[in-house]
């Protein structure tokens, strides 16, 4: 009976052998076709993680030190900002703590300004223009990222759906590192690059090596930058992790019967303002827009951050801009973190894990050095699939070119 189970039947066998098989054929096929797109997204969100710190680094005089004194209220940056340039519509107002704060102007789909100033003395820092199609250079770098510098509704979808390629292309990369047999050289070939080996070995370890070291942190990434572009795949993460169907998302409206009752429209933002940070007095950076004026329907609409650097622990208010009554928030995002369900804390990090910041600057490191390694991928498994395929070699050599994806033949 021993003797017997240490038997494999040949059909046991031929089945792990067809496995592999589809498992190398998915691998190289998958990543031919969607290398391009693979290398750019990577490559442009590699770019993009440290953006508000090299913008930091380039313009210093944007650079606000804290102080222990309240920040200048929302009418008061409305009126700053006016002033700054006069004749445009004022649209909203962003802060973060040690940065200027924000003040857009204009029309954000035709031209539109940003004045940038103190948000304690007032003082304006910078004012920035933006024409329509006109992009600086970390908007082209986000264009690529999302949407390749195509039209949006073609390039989008590309994007979404070669992102997606991408986790079944690391799950079967996952699959073909794994050896066969565990032993030393095995071992070797698995988790250590051959410096001192042939151009063609050293390529094969870059391409297994680093991608198992960053296979998880770039699923991470992938998975989590999904969210925004697959409704589908959205709404079924939401599910798998809360048990519920994702709630519509609403956006908040004012009472337009008692337009013209309540308090002025500055009057009315500075008293929500003041409800709120009130019950956030340490918060570290807030975003507000300003109700449309000829909008009886348009509501005043808060968040706070209360972590420098972070996204996920913020929280998001809406009042009726004509009696100042709280509306009840969106059921994800108008959620506090700290009460929130696990799959609700999970949404609201999204971000902050896509882009590592969730684990502060270490994370973003993390989340620099596997982009740029997920960028490196498709051109190494390019080589090597070029010089399993034979191109380039003497046609007098007798040996056919293979197009196996075996680790042991090199």
């Given at each position: 009976?021993?003797?017997?189970?240490?038997?494999?039947?040949?059909?046991?066998?031929?089945g792990?052998?067809?496995?592999?098989?589809?498992n190398?054929?998915?691998?190289?096929?998958?990543?031919?076709?969607?290398?391009v797109i693979?290398?750019?997204?990577?490559?442009?969100?590699?770019i993009?993680?440290?953006?508000?710190?090299?913008?930091?680094?380039?313009?210093p005089?944007?650079?606000?030190?804290?102080?222990?004194?309240?920040?200048?209220?929302?009418?008061?940056?409305?009126k700053?900002?006016e002033?700054?340039?006069?004749?445009?519509?004022?649209?909203?107002?962003?802060?973060?703590?040690g940065?200027?704060?924000?003040?857009?102007?204009?029309?954000?789909?035709q031209?539109h300004?940003e004045?940038?100033?103190?948000?304690?003395?007032?003082?304006?820092?910078r004012?920035?223009?933006?024409?329509?199609?006109?992009?600086?250079f970390?908007?082209?770098?986000?264009?690529?990222?999302?949407?390749?510098?195509?039209?949006?509704?073609?390039?989008?979808?590309?994007?979404?759906?070669?992102?997606?390629i991408?986790?079944?292309?690391?799950?079967?990369?996952?699959?073909w590192?794994?050896?066969?047999?565990?032993?030393?050289?095995?071992?070797?070939?698995?988790?250590?690059i051959?410096?001192?080996?042939?151009?063609?070995?050293?390529n094969?370890?870059?391409?297994?090596?680093?991608?198992?070291?960053?296979?998880?942190?770039?699923?991470?990434?992938a998975?989590?930058?999904?969210?925004?572009?697959?409704?589908?795949?959205?709404?079924g993460l939401?599910?798998v992790?809360?048990?519920?169907t994702?709630p519509?998302y609403?956006e908040?409206s004012?009472?337009?019967?008692?337009?013209g009752?309540?308090?002025?429209v500055n009057?009315?933002?500075?008293?929500?303002?003041?409800?709120?940070?009130?019950?956030?007095?340490d918060?570290?950076?807030?975003?507000?827009?300003?109700p449309?004026?000829?909008?009886?329907?348009s509501?005043?609409?808060?968040?706070?951050?209360?972590?420098?650097?972070?996204?996920?622990d913020?929280?998001?208010?809406?009042?009726?801009?004509?009696?100042?009554?709280?509306?009840?928030?969106?059921?994800?995002?108008?959620?506090e973190f700290?009460?929130?369900?696990?799959?609700?804390?999970?949404?609201k990090?999204?971000?902050?894990?896509?882009?590592?910041?969730?684990?502060?600057?270490?994370?973003?490191?993390?989340?620099?050095?596997a982009?740029?390694i997920g960028?490196s991928?498709?051109i190494?498994?390019?080589?090597?699939?070029?010089?399993?395929?034979?191109?380039?070699?003497?046609?007098?050599?007798?040996?056919?070119?293979s197009l196996?994806?075996?680790?042991?033949?090199v």
């Open positions: 009976m021993r003797n017997f189970e240490k038997i494999k039947s040949p059909s046991a066998k031929a792990k052998s067809r496995f592999r098989k589809v190398d054929f998915l691998h190289l096929w998958l990543g031919l076709i969607s290398g693979v290398f750019i997204v990577c490559l442009t969100g590699c993009w993680v440290f953006n508000a710190e090299i913008l930091d680094m380039l313009n005089e944007t650079r606000v030190e804290w102080q222990d004194k309240p920040i200048l209220s929302p009418s008061a940056l409305r700053i900002g002033q700054a340039v006069p004749g445009e519509k004022i649209d909203y107002a962003y802060f973060q703590q940065r200027a704060a924000i003040v857009q102007l204009g029309d954000h789909e031209t300004y004045v940038k100033l103190n948000p304690y003395s007032g003082k304006v820092l004012i920035d223009q933006h024409q329509k199609g006109s992009t600086d970390f908007s082209w770098i986000l264009n690529g990222h999302r949407f390749l510098w195509m039209p949006f509704e073609i390039g989008r979808p590309i994007v979404n759906y070669g992102t997606l991408f986790v079944v292309l690391l799950i079967t990369g996952l699959i590192w794994y050896p066969k047999k565990w032993k030393q050289s095995t071992i070797d070939k698995s988790f250590k051959k410096w001192n080996a042939s151009f063609k070995r050293i094969l370890d870059l391409h297994n090596v680093l991608g198992f070291y960053s296979m998880l942190f770039l699923l991470a990434i998975l989590t930058g999904m969210v925004y572009g697959i409704e589908w795949y959205s709404r939401y599910w992790t809360t048990g519920v994702l519509e609403k908040a004012s009472d337009s019967t008692l337009a009752k309540g308090l002025p009057q009315a933002l500075d008293v929500a303002w003041a409800k709120v940070i009130a019950e956030h007095p918060t570290k950076g807030f975003f507000y827009s300003y449309d004026p000829a909008d009886a329907k509501a005043i609409e808060i968040y706070i951050y209360p972590s420098a650097g972070h996204f996920y913020n929280r998001s208010y809406a009042f009726d801009r004509h009696t100042l009554k709280e509306i009840k928030g969106d059921a994800v995002y108008g959620a700290a009460t929130a369900s696990l799959g609700t804390k999970i949404r990090m999204n971000y902050d894990i896509h882009v590592g910041s969730v684990l502060g600057f270490p994370g973003k490191v993390l989340a620099f050095l982009s740029l960028a991928l498709p190494t498994g390019f080589i090597v699939w070029w010089n399993r395929k034979g191109f380039g070699k003497s046609k007098k050599s007798s040996r056919k070119p196996k994806l075996s680790r042991e033949s």
